[in-house]
Protein backbone atom coordinates (compact mmCIF):
# COMPACT_ATOMS: atom_id res chain seq x y z
CA UNK A 1 0.00 0.00 0.00
CA UNK A 2 1.28 3.61 -0.63
CA UNK A 3 1.75 5.74 1.83
CA UNK A 4 3.12 9.67 2.15
CA UNK A 5 4.67 10.25 5.59
CA UNK A 6 5.53 14.35 5.68
CA UNK A 7 8.38 15.21 8.18
CA UNK A 8 10.37 18.12 9.53
CA UNK A 9 7.14 20.83 10.49
CA UNK A 10 7.78 22.81 14.49
CA UNK A 11 7.49 25.63 15.63
CA UNK A 12 9.81 28.76 14.42
CA UNK A 13 10.28 32.59 14.86
CA UNK A 14 9.01 34.20 12.00
CA UNK A 15 12.27 35.47 9.71
CA UNK A 16 13.32 32.34 10.22
CA UNK A 17 13.34 28.78 8.41
CA UNK A 18 12.03 25.55 8.16
CA UNK A 19 11.93 22.44 5.30
CA UNK A 20 9.56 19.89 4.74
CA UNK A 21 10.07 16.45 3.33
CA UNK A 22 7.45 13.91 1.91
CA UNK A 23 8.37 10.50 1.21
CA UNK A 24 6.49 8.13 -0.67
CA UNK A 25 6.61 4.28 0.01
CA UNK A 26 4.91 1.18 -1.11
CA UNK A 27 4.31 -0.06 -4.42
CA UNK A 28 5.24 2.36 -6.97
CA UNK A 29 6.15 2.23 -10.62
CA UNK A 30 6.48 5.64 -10.57
CA UNK A 31 5.94 9.54 -9.59
CA UNK A 32 4.35 12.06 -11.77
CA UNK A 33 3.33 15.81 -10.19
CA UNK A 34 3.83 16.03 -6.26
CA UNK A 35 2.19 19.05 -4.54
CA UNK A 36 2.10 20.76 -1.24
CA UNK A 37 -1.36 22.32 -0.15
CA UNK A 38 -1.84 24.01 3.52
CA UNK A 39 -4.84 24.78 5.20
CA UNK A 40 -4.75 27.86 7.90
CA UNK A 41 -7.11 28.37 10.62
CA UNK A 42 -10.38 29.61 9.36
CA UNK A 43 -9.46 29.52 5.45
CA UNK A 44 -9.24 26.57 3.15
CA UNK A 45 -6.84 24.66 1.76
CA UNK A 46 -5.07 26.22 -0.62
CA UNK A 47 -2.09 25.05 -2.95
CA UNK A 48 1.13 25.55 -2.10
CA UNK A 49 3.80 24.79 -4.87
CA UNK A 50 4.11 21.96 -7.10
CA UNK A 51 6.86 20.30 -8.99
CA UNK A 52 6.30 18.02 -12.15
CA UNK A 53 8.60 14.63 -13.01
CA UNK A 54 10.64 17.04 -15.54
CA UNK A 55 11.57 19.29 -12.94
CA UNK A 56 8.70 22.25 -13.65
CA UNK A 57 7.82 23.98 -11.06
CA UNK A 58 4.77 26.57 -9.87
CA UNK A 59 4.06 28.31 -6.70
CA UNK A 60 1.07 30.58 -5.00
CA UNK A 61 1.80 34.01 -5.38
CA UNK A 62 1.84 34.17 -1.08
CA UNK A 63 4.92 32.04 -1.41
CA UNK A 64 6.72 33.14 -4.24
CA UNK A 65 10.50 33.94 -3.90
CA UNK A 66 10.14 32.78 -0.13
CA UNK A 67 9.55 28.82 -0.72
CA UNK A 68 11.24 26.60 -3.36
CA UNK A 69 9.86 23.31 -3.86
CA UNK A 70 12.58 20.28 -5.13
CA UNK A 71 12.17 16.49 -5.29
CA UNK A 72 14.90 13.58 -4.92
CA UNK A 73 13.48 10.77 -7.42
CA UNK A 74 15.68 8.75 -6.40
CA UNK A 75 14.26 8.93 -2.90
CA UNK A 76 10.85 8.95 -3.92
CA UNK A 77 11.18 12.40 -2.05
CA UNK A 78 9.73 15.74 -1.81
CA UNK A 79 11.10 18.90 0.12
CA UNK A 80 9.50 22.52 0.63
CA UNK A 81 12.37 24.94 1.54
CA UNK A 82 10.73 27.43 3.16
CA UNK A 83 12.74 30.85 4.37
CA UNK A 84 11.94 34.05 5.58
CA UNK A 85 8.96 32.41 7.34
CA UNK A 86 5.92 34.78 8.35
CA UNK A 87 2.96 34.34 11.09
CA UNK A 88 0.35 34.01 8.10
CA UNK A 89 2.21 31.04 6.76
CA UNK A 90 1.34 29.00 10.02
CA UNK A 91 -1.01 26.14 8.90
CA UNK A 92 -0.91 22.68 8.35
CA UNK A 93 0.81 21.70 5.42
CA UNK A 94 -0.10 18.37 3.53
CA UNK A 95 2.20 16.10 0.69
CA UNK A 96 0.27 15.33 -2.38
CA UNK A 97 1.50 13.11 -4.95
CA UNK A 98 0.26 11.54 -8.36
CA UNK A 99 1.68 8.82 -8.86
CA UNK A 100 0.92 4.92 -10.47
CA UNK A 101 1.12 1.35 -8.92
CA UNK A 102 1.87 0.12 -12.36
CA UNK A 103 2.57 1.36 -15.97
CA UNK A 104 -1.52 1.48 -16.82
CA UNK A 105 -2.88 3.29 -13.74
CA UNK A 106 -2.79 6.97 -11.56
CA UNK A 107 -3.71 8.11 -8.61
CA UNK A 108 -3.46 10.92 -6.44
CA UNK A 109 -2.17 10.29 -2.54
CA UNK A 110 -2.56 12.59 0.29
CA UNK A 111 -0.28 12.64 3.35
CA UNK A 112 -1.44 13.22 7.10
CA UNK A 113 0.03 16.69 6.97
CA UNK A 114 2.71 18.09 9.35
CA UNK A 115 1.94 21.67 11.56
CA UNK A 116 3.89 24.68 11.14
CA UNK A 117 3.75 27.65 13.35
CA UNK A 118 5.45 31.03 12.84
CA UNK A 119 5.45 33.08 15.86
CA UNK A 120 5.73 35.95 16.03
Known amino acids: QVQLVESGGGLVQAGGSLRLSCTAS????????MRWYRQAPGKQRELVAMVSNGGSTNYADSVKGRFTISRDNAKNTVYLQMNSLKPEDTAVYYCNAELSRTIWDARTYWGQGTQVTVSS
Open 26 to 33: GSIFSINV
